[in-house]
Nanobody, 128 residues
């Protein structure tokens, strides 16, 4: 059983920064792929960033150069800089149920509908 708890969301003005954290408990050592996703009301959930246990990462084009995904001591982070109003959404942490590097962060994988364990989400609101 995997339990994920996100924190760090909030309200910020455009251009500001936030850091999201995700504490994982359970058999996370068996799952080498983790990621951050986001969802706006009445829209589909989209992949924001993924990280493989080997250190490789993948980012959505919309956040490249602004967001950084990292993992340290079992905690998953998402550093979000230069935030824009269009970044406003509920952000979810996930253990993605794939194992290889390519299946985690390969080309196009952020758009795939892989099975995953999900956290409860943390709201990010960016005002203009």
């Amino acid at each position: 059983q995997v339990r994920l708890v996100e924190s760090g969301g909030g309200s910020v003005q455009a251009g500001g920064s936030l850091r999201l954290s995700c504490e994982a408990s359970g058999a996370t050592g068996d799952f080498p792929c983790m990621g951050w996703f986001r969802q706006e009301p009445d829209k589909e959930r989209e992949g924001v960033a993924r990280i493989h246990s080997g250190g490789s990462t993948a980012y959505a084009e919309s956040v490249k150069g602004r967001f950084i995904i990292s993992k340290d001591n079992g905690i998953l982070y998402l550093q979000m800089n230069s935030l824009k109003p269009e970044d406003s959404a509920m952000y979810y942490c996930a253990v993605v149920l794939v194992s290889t590097r390519n299946s985690c962060v390969g080309s196009g994988r952020l758009r795939s509908s892989d099975s995953a364990y999900w956290g409860q989400g943390t709201q990010v609101t960016v005002s203009s």
